[in-house]
Protein backbone atom coordinates (compact mmCIF):
# COMPACT_ATOMS: atom_id res chain seq x y z
CA UNK A 1 0.00 0.00 0.00
CA UNK A 2 1.41 2.79 -1.06
CA UNK A 3 1.45 5.68 1.80
CA UNK A 4 2.98 8.72 -0.37
CA UNK A 5 1.43 9.05 -3.98
CA UNK A 6 3.33 10.97 -7.16
CA UNK A 7 0.11 10.68 -9.52
CA UNK A 8 1.79 11.88 -12.38
CA UNK A 9 4.88 10.08 -13.49
CA UNK A 10 5.51 12.78 -16.24
CA UNK A 11 5.31 16.88 -16.40
CA UNK A 12 6.15 18.39 -19.21
CA UNK A 13 6.29 22.07 -19.60
CA UNK A 14 8.33 25.05 -20.95
CA UNK A 15 10.79 26.97 -20.18
CA UNK A 16 10.35 30.00 -18.00
CA UNK A 17 7.22 28.88 -16.93
CA UNK A 18 5.99 26.98 -13.56
CA UNK A 19 6.54 23.30 -12.58
CA UNK A 20 3.93 21.98 -10.25
CA UNK A 21 4.71 18.47 -9.07
CA UNK A 22 1.97 17.18 -6.48
CA UNK A 23 2.49 14.56 -3.62
CA UNK A 24 -0.43 13.17 -1.47
CA UNK A 25 0.06 10.63 1.58
CA UNK A 26 -2.08 8.22 3.27
CA UNK A 27 -0.17 8.63 7.20
CA UNK A 28 -1.83 11.40 9.19
CA UNK A 29 1.39 10.47 11.69
CA UNK A 30 3.85 11.77 8.70
CA UNK A 31 5.02 15.40 10.01
CA UNK A 32 8.03 16.02 7.52
CA UNK A 33 8.45 15.91 4.06
CA UNK A 34 11.16 16.49 2.10
CA UNK A 35 11.48 16.67 -2.02
CA UNK A 36 14.75 15.29 -3.39
CA UNK A 37 15.49 15.76 -7.15
CA UNK A 38 17.36 12.75 -9.09
CA UNK A 39 18.87 12.57 -12.46
CA UNK A 40 20.36 9.32 -14.26
CA UNK A 41 23.22 7.65 -13.07
CA UNK A 42 23.28 9.82 -10.16
CA UNK A 43 21.70 9.45 -6.15
CA UNK A 44 18.76 11.68 -4.99
CA UNK A 45 19.84 15.11 -3.79
CA UNK A 46 18.05 16.89 -1.78
CA UNK A 47 15.78 19.38 -2.92
CA UNK A 48 13.55 21.33 -0.11
CA UNK A 49 11.78 20.18 3.21
CA UNK A 50 8.67 21.58 5.60
CA UNK A 51 7.78 20.55 8.53
CA UNK A 52 3.77 19.71 9.33
CA UNK A 53 4.04 23.20 11.76
CA UNK A 54 4.38 25.00 8.62
CA UNK A 55 2.42 24.92 5.65
CA UNK A 56 4.99 26.62 3.24
CA UNK A 57 8.63 27.22 2.38
CA UNK A 58 11.00 28.93 0.10
CA UNK A 59 14.35 28.47 -1.15
CA UNK A 60 14.81 30.57 -4.29
CA UNK A 61 12.74 29.35 -7.59
CA UNK A 62 11.86 26.43 -4.91
CA UNK A 63 8.38 26.88 -2.89
CA UNK A 64 6.70 23.56 -1.40
CA UNK A 65 3.05 24.13 -0.17
CA UNK A 66 1.35 21.50 2.45
CA UNK A 67 -1.79 20.98 3.21
CA UNK A 68 -2.74 18.98 6.13
CA UNK A 69 -6.05 18.62 5.85
CA UNK A 70 -5.81 17.64 2.50
CA UNK A 71 -2.79 15.15 2.84
CA UNK A 72 -1.47 16.99 -0.03
CA UNK A 73 2.24 19.06 -0.89
CA UNK A 74 3.68 20.06 -3.81
CA UNK A 75 6.72 21.56 -4.89
CA UNK A 76 6.84 24.90 -7.22
CA UNK A 77 9.79 25.21 -9.33
CA UNK A 78 9.57 28.84 -10.71
CA UNK A 79 10.76 29.77 -13.73
CA UNK A 80 11.41 26.58 -14.96
CA UNK A 81 14.54 25.78 -16.42
CA UNK A 82 15.81 23.27 -18.60
CA UNK A 83 18.37 21.98 -15.80
CA UNK A 84 15.51 21.28 -13.41
CA UNK A 85 15.12 18.15 -15.81
CA UNK A 86 15.02 15.71 -13.40
CA UNK A 87 13.06 12.95 -11.55
CA UNK A 88 11.66 14.29 -8.38
CA UNK A 89 10.88 12.78 -5.30
CA UNK A 90 8.62 13.25 -2.47
CA UNK A 91 9.35 11.62 1.24
CA UNK A 92 8.11 11.80 4.19
CA UNK A 93 8.62 10.18 7.68
CA UNK A 94 6.63 10.50 11.05
CA UNK A 95 8.42 12.16 14.45
CA UNK A 96 12.04 10.65 15.21
CA UNK A 97 11.51 7.91 12.78
CA UNK A 98 14.45 8.63 10.49
CA UNK A 99 12.88 5.98 8.06
CA UNK A 100 11.96 7.95 4.46
CA UNK A 101 8.75 6.50 2.67
CA UNK A 102 9.05 7.74 -0.44
CA UNK A 103 6.62 8.04 -3.42
CA UNK A 104 7.47 6.99 -6.98
CA UNK A 105 8.89 9.96 -8.74
CA UNK A 106 7.70 12.77 -10.93
CA UNK A 107 9.73 13.12 -14.39
CA UNK A 108 9.96 16.70 -15.38
CA UNK A 109 11.09 17.51 -18.58
CA UNK A 110 11.72 21.56 -19.11
CA UNK A 111 11.76 22.12 -22.74
CA UNK A 112 13.77 25.30 -24.20
CA UNK B 1 36.02 11.94 0.62
CA UNK B 2 33.28 15.14 0.35
CA UNK B 3 30.54 12.46 -0.93
CA UNK B 4 28.85 9.07 -0.61
CA UNK B 5 30.58 6.78 -1.83
CA UNK B 6 29.68 3.89 -3.23
CA UNK B 7 31.03 0.31 -5.72
CA UNK B 8 31.05 -1.24 -7.21
CA UNK B 9 29.10 0.89 -9.57
CA UNK B 10 27.79 -1.77 -11.52
CA UNK B 11 27.94 -5.94 -10.67
CA UNK B 12 26.21 -8.27 -13.19
CA UNK B 13 26.27 -11.62 -11.23
CA UNK B 14 24.91 -15.30 -11.63
CA UNK B 15 22.06 -16.27 -9.68
CA UNK B 16 23.15 -17.93 -6.79
CA UNK B 17 26.08 -16.35 -6.43
CA UNK B 18 26.65 -14.03 -3.10
CA UNK B 19 27.76 -10.30 -3.45
CA UNK B 20 28.95 -7.70 -1.40
CA UNK B 21 28.30 -3.98 -2.07
CA UNK B 22 30.62 -1.70 0.17
CA UNK B 23 29.23 2.58 0.99
CA UNK B 24 31.59 4.98 2.46
CA UNK B 25 29.89 7.18 3.99
CA UNK B 26 31.02 11.23 4.38
CA UNK B 27 33.12 11.61 7.15
CA UNK B 28 31.20 12.56 10.43
CA UNK B 29 27.80 11.36 9.84
CA UNK B 30 26.86 8.81 12.34
CA UNK B 31 23.52 7.92 10.39
CA UNK B 32 23.78 5.03 7.67
CA UNK B 33 20.92 3.91 4.91
CA UNK B 34 20.42 1.68 2.57
CA UNK B 35 17.64 2.14 0.07
CA UNK B 36 16.50 0.11 -2.94
CA UNK B 37 14.83 1.11 -6.32
CA UNK B 38 13.92 -1.74 -8.21
CA UNK B 39 12.75 -0.84 -12.17
CA UNK B 40 9.68 1.15 -12.00
CA UNK B 41 9.69 1.25 -8.51
CA UNK B 42 10.18 4.02 -5.82
CA UNK B 43 13.00 3.59 -3.07
CA UNK B 44 12.34 0.49 -0.56
CA UNK B 45 14.19 1.17 2.45
CA UNK B 46 16.11 -1.45 3.88
CA UNK B 47 18.64 -0.91 6.70
CA UNK B 48 19.54 1.95 8.62
CA UNK B 49 22.27 2.22 11.43
CA UNK B 50 22.79 5.29 14.12
CA UNK B 51 25.71 5.41 16.00
CA UNK B 52 25.87 2.24 18.48
CA UNK B 53 22.50 1.57 18.28
CA UNK B 54 20.82 -1.42 17.24
CA UNK B 55 20.46 -0.68 13.51
CA UNK B 56 16.17 -0.71 12.24
CA UNK B 57 16.59 -4.39 9.75
CA UNK B 58 13.05 -3.87 9.16
CA UNK B 59 13.15 -3.33 5.77
CA UNK B 60 15.46 -6.30 4.70
CA UNK B 61 13.53 -8.77 2.38
CA UNK B 62 14.85 -11.99 3.46
CA UNK B 63 17.57 -13.59 5.63
CA UNK B 64 19.05 -13.53 2.59
CA UNK B 65 20.20 -10.12 2.86
CA UNK B 66 22.67 -8.68 5.99
CA UNK B 67 24.07 -5.89 6.28
CA UNK B 68 27.24 -4.24 8.79
CA UNK B 69 28.57 -1.38 9.65
CA UNK B 70 32.25 -1.63 10.90
CA UNK B 71 33.93 1.45 12.93
CA UNK B 72 30.97 3.50 12.81
CA UNK B 73 32.25 4.15 9.32
CA UNK B 74 32.06 1.87 6.13
CA UNK B 75 29.09 -0.74 5.70
CA UNK B 76 29.03 -3.32 3.43
CA UNK B 77 25.92 -4.95 2.20
CA UNK B 78 26.01 -8.45 1.54
CA UNK B 79 23.17 -10.35 -0.46
CA UNK B 80 23.67 -14.50 -0.69
CA UNK B 81 22.00 -16.66 -2.96
CA UNK B 82 21.25 -13.95 -5.02
CA UNK B 83 17.70 -14.08 -7.11
CA UNK B 84 16.90 -12.30 -10.09
CA UNK B 85 14.66 -9.77 -8.12
CA UNK B 86 17.72 -8.53 -6.59
CA UNK B 87 18.11 -6.57 -9.52
CA UNK B 88 17.69 -3.10 -8.93
CA UNK B 89 19.97 -0.21 -8.02
CA UNK B 90 21.33 0.36 -4.23
CA UNK B 91 21.64 3.14 -2.77
CA UNK B 92 23.29 4.29 0.64
CA UNK B 93 22.62 7.27 2.04
CA UNK B 94 24.46 9.36 5.00
CA UNK B 95 23.30 11.81 7.43
CA UNK B 96 24.21 13.66 10.59
CA UNK B 97 22.18 12.16 13.40
CA UNK B 98 20.54 15.56 14.16
CA UNK B 99 19.84 16.78 11.29
CA UNK B 100 16.88 18.14 10.66
CA UNK B 101 17.04 17.91 6.49
CA UNK B 102 17.61 15.34 3.85
CA UNK B 103 20.31 12.55 3.34
CA UNK B 104 23.25 12.67 1.10
CA UNK B 105 22.78 9.88 -1.40
CA UNK B 106 25.73 7.96 -3.04
CA UNK B 107 25.16 7.38 -6.91
CA UNK B 108 24.22 4.00 -6.10
CA UNK B 109 25.38 0.38 -7.48
CA UNK B 110 23.42 -1.05 -9.99
CA UNK B 111 23.45 -5.00 -9.72
CA UNK B 112 22.12 -7.17 -12.67
CA UNK B 113 21.12 -11.30 -11.33
CA UNK B 114 21.71 -12.97 -14.48
Known amino acids: DQQVKQNSPSLSVQEGRISILNCDYT??????FLWYKKYPAEGPTFLIS???IKDKNEDGRFTVFLNKSAKHLSLHIVPSQPGDSAVYFC???????????WGLGTSLAVNP | GAGVSQSPSNKVTEKGKDVELRCDPI?????LYWYRQSLGQGLEFLIY????????KSGLPSDRFSAERTGGSVSTLTIQRTQQEDSAVYLC????????????FGSGTRLTVV
Open chain 1, 27 to 32: NSMFDY
Open chain 2, 49 to 56: FQGNSAPD
Open chain 2, 27 to 31: SGHTA
Open chain 1, 91 to 101: AARAGNNRKLI
Open chain 2, 93 to 104: ASSLATTAYGYT
Open chain 1, 50 to 52: ISS
